[in-house]
């Protein structure tokens, strides 16, 4: 079992940035692809971001390569995901998942466990 808590969501104006973590309990952690997702009021929950078990490979929709970066620490069992050139199209409750693989969770495939969610609202 990987229970999944989510912080660092908040305000924030439109081109700034935040830092979301996803803290995990439960030694099997880095054995897990970790991936963060978003929803957005009246719309499906979207893909954000993955990385692999080792964090040696990432997967970014366009919408958000080259603005977020996701990256892990095991030995903490957390996960970021770093969002720089905030829009408020970003704004959403972001959920963090872990799952068999992160090419997998790109497809919304392979997801065993779901955190709660952190609202992130980016203002004009």
């Known amino acids: 079992q990987v229970q999944l808590v989510e912080s660092g969501g908040g305000l924030v104006q439109a081109g700034g940035s935040l830092r979301l973590s996803c803290a995990a309990s439960?030694?099997?952690?880095?054995?897990?692809?970790v991936g963060w997702f978003r929803q957005a009021p009246g719309k499906e929950r979207e893909f954000v971001a993955a990385i692999s078990w080792r964090g040696g490979i990432t997967y970014y929709p366009d919408s958000v390569k080259g603005r977020f970066t996701i990256s892990r620490d095991n030995a903490k069992n957390t996960a970021y995901l770093q969002m720089n050139s905030l829009k408020p199209e970003d704004t959403a409750v972001y959920y963090c998942?872990?799952?068999?693989?992160?090419?997998?969770?790109?497809?919304?495939?392979?997801?065993?466990?779901w955190g709660k969610g952190t609202l992130v609202t980016v203002s004009s």
């Open positions: 998942a872990a799952g068999v693989s992160a090419q997998g969770m790109g497809a919304n495939r392979g997801i065993d466990y």
């Open positions: 439960g030694r099997t952690f880095s054995t897990y692809a």
